[in-house]
């Protein structure tokens, strides 16, 4: 190349040099990295060393030649050495025709590999699709009994279906058939570490957002889960599984130093890290002695700590809805209807559509059940008096049905459960909207604010009597007898009777439905509207529809994170540039300019300043929810099933991470197959030579 990319430090470019090479034999240069690798560790250094010349890349152009830096301390450090003493060896031995190609029959190694790769091809099906690998026994010779497991039988179809591999696996020695828990081990280690190795790429030098959350398996084994937020090389918000963790101490110094053994183990630098995003338990977020806490002091720098949107979200119909006794009732009324429908005597008769159960950790639960009770609102009433006039059915079963009939009659009931449903639905779609892995922080934010404002909407009376409406054939009751007045009290002038009084139905109704509402709406602005600090100024600075955009005294906060100078010029270059270009055209998908239609539509541009290119990547990589940590603990639910809890964490976390990111795994199928041989051939010494 005639020329090299330039990266900006501390205000000069800098590029590679070509003359470079001269110097350092074993020096590669990757364009599509646009950084500098050492052959001989990339080819020979073993996994726990450093990854720098060998994975990540380095681009440090400004101190690469510096004496005890860069390149001259790479060249002098005690794995480099060993790796090009092994390079030389290798070289030596070709020259010589005394390479271990050579020695071996070529055909006999390509069988080899042929044979493994099959092996290869098994492993990945199963961790992809979260299925057991393991039966009563793994021995080759036993293949086709019964409880052989689904790696073996997998493998035996193979064998059927391919009659090239049968025949080669007739020449495989008994001592390296390779289909061993110990072998399937090795495979699936490989094959997570290249995974984890391709994510430590893609991520580089930019800036993440750290989401961690943990939960307890069937054994009791703490399961942490790390997930990292940032911008790939098309400037898309991309979210990764980096690990499955575990501590042997649940408290939060713990916790700390596990995250960053693993950050540091995998490559990446703490300091990169621009955000952190934990639930809202006092381990994660404590102010003084909580993990987000503790992170920012052992990094002796701020780390902005930001609540899950989710569960905050959760946080806010729990607390709100739990303000008003009559909505807890229904709740458990709910709850009650829903178990007395599973019951085998009941299930036979209800046709209606199955109730759902009430789930503590996700108000989503609520919502989906007021939705089926609303759907089966006739089914319900009509197989409880069924059952209530049916002498077949048992006298506890018919008192349950009774009391469950009585409290659905109940005039507040179905009002409740429209009013409910409506409130509900105004939060159900920024809940779904959040849990996707390109929401950030920002929208996120805009997201619950609009529902906040929906709901605000409907406080009137015009709704209220509209839903009434909707229930009156059910609200309706038989008008009672007007109460008389004690004849004790003729002599006398009664001020007040400390009795029973019949409230009116329509202004209890009216009072629940003004406070659930309220409580709501509270609950969203002191959850949410805490947020309104130099960070959200600073991202609402960000958005275009902002009177405020790019003012960069309003950015710097951001910028301030990761020690970016604000510059004045660049700021108000690039807002005259973006608002005379947003005038002038539209975003490709129609819709309203964003902060990631501005990034991807003007990203080219943007190069030229780039201060503000920075700060909207530090935009975009907040995130807003665990979501994708949440979603991990699914994956272990569906790998660390009841009878596969005798594996050992390593295995458990290293299936869940292949299962997680099946996207990276599936290329094991063909493009990243050469790597997997290559690491298992060098890892160990094996029977079966590869290479």
């Given at each position: ?11 000069k ?32 250094q ?34 480099h ?10 070289q ?20 080899n ?16 699709n ?20 689904l ?96 501590a ?115 108000w ?60 509900l ?18 929208t ?36 009672k007898?007007k ?41 969203m ?91 909207f ?47 990276l ?11 997997v ?7 160990h ?7």
């Amino acid at each position: 190349m005639q020329s090299f990319p330039s990266r900006h430090f501390s205000g000069k470019k800098r590029s590679f040099c070509s003359s470079w090479f001269g110097s350092f034999p074993w020096l590669e240069y990757s364009v599509q990295a646009d950084a500098a690798f050492c052959y001989p560790c990339r080819m020979f250094q073993g996994p726990r060393h450093d990854q720098t010349f060998s994975v990540i890349g380095f681009h440090d152009w400004k101190h690469a030649m510096e004496n005890g830096k860069g390149l001259n301390k790479h060249a002098a450090s005690k794995e480099h050495l060993t790796c090009e003493a092994m390079w030389r060896d290798k070289q030596r031995r070709i020259h010589t025709s005394k390479e271990i190609s050579t020695l071996i029959n070529t055909d006999q190694l390509q069988r080899n590999r042929y044979y493994l790769s099959a092996i290869i091809d098994v492993v990945e099906f199963l961790a992809v699709n979260q299925l057991p690998f393991r039966g009563d026994h793994d021995r080759y010779s036993a293949m086709n009994e019964n409880g052989c497991g689904l790696f073996l039988s997998l493998f035996e179809f193979a064998l059927r279906k391919d009659a090239e591999l049968a025949r080669i696996a007739k020449t495989i020695p008994g001592n390296a058939t390779y289909t061993s828990h110990d072998i399937q081990n090795n495979l699936i280690d490989v094959m997570s570490a290249l995974v984890r190795e391709h994510i430590v790429k893609e991520v580089g030098e930019s800036f993440y957002t750290l989401k961690v959350d943990g939960t307890r398996d069937p054994t009791g084994t703490e399961n942490i889960s790390i997930v990292l937020r940032f911008l790939n090389k098309l400037c898309e918000p991309t979210e990764r599984l980096l690990t499955i963790a575990t501590a042997d101490q649940g408290d939060a110094v713990t916790l700390t130093d596990t995250i960053l053994g693993e950050l540091t183990t995998a490559g990446l630098s703490p300091e990169k890290i621009i955000s952190q995003v934990y639930d809202g338990a006092s381990l994660m977020s404590g102010k003084h002695g909580g993990v987000q806490k503790l992170l920012q002091q052992k990094l002796d720098r701020e780390i902005p700590y930001v609540h899950c949107y989710n569960h905050q979200l959760h946080l806010v119909v729990i607390h709100a809805l739990a303000v008003e006794k009559a909505v807890t009732d229904f709740f458990s009324v709910c709850n009650m209807l829903y178990k007395f429908c599973r019951k085998p005597t009941v299930a036979i008769l209800y046709k209606g559509e199955t109730l759902k159960r009430l789930l503590d950790q996700r108000w989503t639960g609520h919502f989906a059940t007021v939705s089926v009770i609303l759907k089966s609102f006739d089914d319900l009433p009509t197989l409880l008096r069924e059952i209530t006039c049916n002498r077949a059915f048992g006298v506890d079963l018919r008192i349950e049905a009774t009391g469950l009939l009585q409290s659905m009659s109940e005039p507040s009931f179905k009002f409740i459960a429209e009013m409910v449903h409506k409130i509900l639905a105004y939060l159900d779609p920024p809940n779904k909207m959040l849990q996707s892995e390109d929401m950030d922080l920002l929208t996120g934010l805009q997201l619950v604010c609009s529902a906040r404002t929906c709901l605000e909407n409907i406080r009137t009376e015009t709704e209220f009597q509209a839903m009434l409406a909707h229930c009156d054939s059910v609200t309706k009751r038989p008008s009672k007898r007007k109460r008389s007045q004690n004849t004790a009290f003729a002599d006398y002038v009664v001020e007040d009777i400390s009795t029973h009084v019949d409230t009116n139905e329509e202004t209890e109704l009216r009072r629940i439905f003004y406070s659930c509402i309220d409580s709501v709406c509270g609950e969203m602005k002191d959850r949410f509207g805490k947020n309104n600090c130099q960070l959200m100024e600073a991202l609402k600075a960000l958005d275009p529809v902002q009177g405020t955009f790019l003012d960069v005294s309003k950015v710097k906060p951001l910028l301030d994170l990761t020690k970016t100078p604000a510059l004045d010029s660049e700021f108000e270059v690039a807002c005259n540039f973006l608002r005379a270009q947003m005038e002038e055209s539209s975003p490709p998908d129609g819709e309203k300019w964003t902060m990631k239609q501005i990034l991807k539509q003007f990203h080219r541009p943007l190069e030229a300043m780039p201060t503000v290119l920075t700060a909207f990547k530090h935009g975009l990589t907040f995130g807003a929810s665990t979501a994708s940590c949440e979603n991990s603990f699914s994956t272990l639910k569906n790998v660390f099933t009841e009878h596969r809890q005798s594996m050992l964490h390593q295995r458990k976390a290293n299936l869940i991470h292949l299962a997680f990111e099946k996207d990276l795994t599936r290329k094991f199928r063909d493009e990243w197959k050469d790597m997997v041989l290559r690491r298992f051939h060098t890892i160990h010494r094996r029977r079966l030579p590869l290479y």
